[in-house]
T-cell receptor
Framework: QKEVEQDPGPLSVPEGAIVSLNCTYSNSAFQYFMWYRQYSRKGPELLMYTYSSGNKEDGRFTAQVDKSSKYISLFIRDSQPSDSATYLCAMSGAGNTGKLIFGQGTTLQVKP | EADIYQTPRYLVIGTGKKITLECSQTMGHDKMYWYQQDPGMELHLIHYSYGVNSTEKGDLSSESTVSRIRTEHFPLTLESARPSHTSQYLC???????????FGSGTRLTVV
């Protein structure tokens, strides 16, 4: 079983829709949770970072962590064509070793 | 703008050739990583380094080698390229898991 499972895509939504991207994990030691966005032919870029359970909001993006269920989500409100990309969840455990475990990514297409 | 640079961006090379993928960062990060990424698959860690003269193999078996003689430079070498090495190679650096990674734009390698 993979440590991190991410909902498979691809996901296609109309402009303005609310998008929900999800990951589950099995390692209860994970404490740091991140979402990366990767445009075609580019490297991933850090989009959101959370440490504790709960919600974190940044503009149209909300990251949600539920440690009891080992479940994290990224919500995108009022989705735009520029949001079309692959979204990767990533997480790591305690200690500053720096090694992240990534999900396989969900490709999102927002149609105008 | 990127503070971590990978060259070349694209490379097509014949079987049996020796190649070196370059990665440099200007942020002074101690931790650097090489990932392999295939379409629809999660990022696989192939090498990492926590500082000068420190290198470790990652979770994915790889026939490549790395070196870390200077903080800013972390090249990856394939002594004898094979078609199975065809993939995208991503270099990243970080101050630790608390801060996430900064990725380069990647090198897309094709071995024919």
């Amino acid at each position: 079983q993979k440590e991190v499972e991410q909902d498979p895509g691809p996901l296609s939504v109309p402009e303005g829709a609310i998008v929900s991207l999800n990951c589950t994990y099995s390692n209860s030691a994970f404490q740091y949770f991140m979402w990366y966005r990767q445009y075609s032919r580019k490297g991933p870029e850090l989009l959101m970072y959370t440490y504790s359970s709960g919600n974190k909001e940044d503009g149209r993006f909300t990251a949600q962590v539920d440690k009891s269920s080992k479940y994290i989500s990224l919500f995108i409100r009022d989705s735009q064509p520029s949001d079309s990309a692959t979204y990767l969840c990533a997480m790591s455990g305690a200690g500053n070793t720096g090694k992240l475990i990534f999900g396989q990514g969900t490709t999102l297409q927002v149609k105008p | 703008e990127a503070d971590i640079y990978q060259t070349p961006r694209y490379l097509v090379i014949g079987t049996g050739k020796k190649i070196t993928l370059e990665c440099s960062q200007t942020m002074g990060h101690d931790k650097m990583y090489w990932y392999q990424q295939d379409p629809g698959m999660e990022l696989h860690l192939i090498h990492y380094s926590y500082g000068v003269n420190s290198t470790e193999k990652g979770d994915l078996s790889s026939e490549s080698t790395v070196s870390r003689i200077r903080t800013e430079h972390f090249p990856l070498t394939l002594e004898s390229a094979r078609p199975s090495h065809t993939s995208q190679y991503l270099c990243a650096s970080s101050e630790g898991s608390l801060w996430g990674y900064t990725f380069g734009s990647g090198t897309r390698l094709t071995v024919v």
